[in-house]
């Protein structure tokens, strides 16, 4: 059974606190890594597809990083704002054909 | 095309009853999903299909779930002799498989609760 776990679960900042959560993937058969994000009442939408070790990538105040070796991903965020809360989900891919979701990170930003 | 589109946004029914949901992707896309997600959780596969072909259903989905793709384009997931279990918020998305990564478009789901 392949295991995506994301940490913390919850996260409580305060507008202007810049943040960081972890996913954590196996390391062998990687494929591709993504990073969702939800917002109540909406959908899942995409915010990263990382494929390369080392990969960093940037959309406005949010970046991640991969490291495919020892598994891992991090996902930034630079001085969030209260539109930024909304629930993180990491999804792994092997090449199985479907996507293997973390539990998700809920980031709650008060003004 | 304004996207994934799922009905109903919310179904309520009572333990046993049938229900059947539907799924309309990108149009482009050939590839679809449905995941079921419940509270605290991260979205659980359940199926995909790659244009009408299922190619894969969750190991852990009993024989009461069941999905359809008659013509590559909408999809339906019926579910038989609900269980309270099963409330849940059922995703569909799709993606366009073309050499793989792509990311998944999703929809808004349908918020099932089972009485």
């Known amino acids: 059974i392949l295991n995506v776990e994301q940490s913390p679960q919850s996260l409580h900042v305060q507008e202007g ?11 062998s058969n990687f494929y591709a890594l993504h990073w969702y994000r939800w917002e109540t009442a909406k959908s899942p939408e995409a915010l990263f597809v990382m494929t390369l070790n080392g990969d960093e990538k940037k959309k406005g105040r949010i970046s991640a990083t991969l490291n495919t070796k020892e598994g891992y ?39 | 095309d304004t996207g994934v589109s799922q009905d109903p946004r919310h179904k309520i029914t009572k333990r046993g009853q049938n229900v059947t949901f539907r799924c309309d992707p990108i149009s482009e896309h050939n590839r679809l999903y449905w995941y079921r997600q419940t509270l605290g959780q991260g979205p659980e596969f359940l199926t995909y299909f790659q244009n009408e072909a299922q190619l894969e259903k969750s190991r852990l989905l009993s024989d009461r779930f069941s999905a359809e793709r008659p013509k590559g384009s909408f999809s339906t997931l019926e579910i038989q002799r609900t269980e309270q279990g099963d409330s849940a918020m059922y995703l569909c998305a799709s993606s366009l498989r073309q050499g793989a990564r792509e990311k998944l478009f999703f929809g808004s789901g349908t918020q099932l609760s089972v009485l």
Do not use: R
């Open chain 1, 17 to 27: 606190d810049s943040t960081n959560f972890t996913c954590s993937f196996p390391s």
């Open chain 1, 73 to 111: 991903s991090y996902l930034y965020i630079k001085g969030s704002q209260p539109e930024d809360s909304a629930t993180y989900l990491c999804a792994f891919d092997n090449q199985g054909g479907k996507l293997i979701f973390g539990q998700g990170t809920e980031l709650s930003v008060k003004p």
